[in-house]
């Protein structure tokens, strides 16, 4: 089975190792299973991040600023992340196709107009059986 390695863990300076054995001594903690005990994650989630199979997330991260009064910018320090911008994809907080057509569909129903007797019936017709109490 091949290892995998994340991104993160291309940087040489990176070493999770590091920012759990601080956080081991800060916490005065035993071993890994009592940490992941603190962080409220399971066992293999630190080994992993150990081995460098997973990232040190950023709700972990969060986490272990919640537990240890730690800054964030310290946590990422002392781990070897010296990143300083994080780069989101570009489809990220886009809407996906079919939603996009569905605001597109719903859009046009909107602009296209109704007959003027019609439209009057229809609205008091629906008000009545929706439950809209506003008259």
Excluded: F
């Amino acid at each position: 089975m091949a290892q995998q390695h994340h991104a993160l863990s291309s940087q040489e300076s990176y070493n999770p190792n590091h920012l759990l054995d601080i956080l081991l001594g800060k916490m005065q903690l035993k071993n890994d299973a009592a940490l992941s005990r603190m962080l409220e994650v399971a066992p293999p989630v630190i080994s992993k991040i150990r081995h460098h199979r997973l990232p040190v997330g950023a709700s972990l991260l969060i986490r272990m600023h919640e537990v240890t009064g730690m800054s964030i910018r310290d946590l990422r320090d002392l781990m070897g992340d010296r990143r300083t911008k994080y780069r989101l994809s570009d489809a990220q907080g886009r809407p996906k196709p079919e939603e996009k057509a569905a605001q597109a569909a719903a859009a046009a129903a909107q602009q296209q107009p109704q007959p003027q007797g019609q439209g009057a019936q229809t609205n008091e017709a629906s008000n009545k059986t929706s439950g809209n109490y506003a008259h």
